[in-house]
């Protein structure tokens, strides 16, 4: 069973669009965060949720905004999207305390045209 | 949070040994060192983490200086699965930002056949 899954793992889409990228998580974890991997390669956090709510929040544009329905999802909603957000975003969760590991879905790959 | 020094690269021998190195001069007294590890087109995985002593897991060792201010992350015996970056990382247990992991360049790692 995948432990953090995120859908769609590929996203080819238009610049001004808007568009979702879901996570879930089964891991029975009470936090779950959005990171964002450049073209570079950099990991840089965005946004944690904690028992769905927001406790980190990044220097992120406000067309980012994150929703958590519940604790085992943690959605991205991207508006108006733009050249620069091509990348490939990277869901995690882990249980709160800081000393306990995050795990990491596979990544959506998002390509703006 | 604390900054971490690492190689850019390294290569190793299947079946050899590989040290990691990671130089952390500026760590507090409440910063834990955890790395993780990022195979191609995955999300980071967790491998190990401590604070003073030595740690053993099924993945790896993690050997920590006694001043503190390096590590090595150890693999006994490296298989081509194991060519990744490799990210040394310092969390703070003190501060409100302590969810988040602060992702450096790491060390992309080689493993020759």
């Known amino acids: 069973d995948t432990a953090v899954s995120q859908t769609p793992k590929y996203l080819v889409t238009q610049m001004g669009n808007d568009k979702s990228i879901k996570c879930e998580q089964n891991?029975?974890?009470?936090?779950m965060y959005w990171y964002k991997q450049d073209s570079k390669k950099f990991l840089k956090i965005m946004f944690s949720?904690?028992?769905?709510?927001?406790?980190i929040n990044e220097t992120v544009p406000n067309r980012f905004s994150p929703k958590s329905p519940d604790k085992a999802h943690l959605n991205l909603h991207i508006n108006s999207l733009e050249l620069g957000d091509s990348a490939v975003y990277f869901c995690?969760?882990?249980?709160?305390?800081?000393?306990?590991?995050?795990?990491f879905g596979d990544g959506t790959r998002l390509s703006i045209l | 949070d604390a900054k971490t020094t690492q190689p850019n690269s390294m290569e190793s021998n299947e079946e050899e040994p590989v040290h990691l190195p990671c130089n952390h001069s500026?760590?507090?007294?409440?910063?834990?060192i955890h790395w993780y590890r990022q195979l191609p087109s995955q999300g980071p995985e967790y491998v190990i983490h401590?604070?003073?002593s030595n740690v053993n897991n099924r993945m790896a060792s993690l050997a920590i200086a006694e001043d503190r201010k390096s590590s090595t992350l150890i693999l006994h015996r490296a298989t081509l699965r194991d060519a990744a970056v490799y990210y040394c990382?310092?969390?703070?247990?003190?501060?409100?930002?302590?969810?988040?992991?602060?992702f450096g360049k790491g060390t992309l790692l080689t493993v020759n056949p």
């Open positions: 995690a969760s882990s249980q709160g305390t800081f000393t306990q590991p995050q795990h």
């Open positions: 891991l029975g974890h009470d936090t």
């Open positions: 949720y904690n028992n769905k709510e927001l406790i």
């Open positions: 500026t760590i507090s007294g409440t910063d834990y």
């Open positions: 401590g604070l003073t």
């Open positions: 990382i310092l969390r703070d247990v003190r501060g409100g930002s302590n969810y988040k992991l602060t």
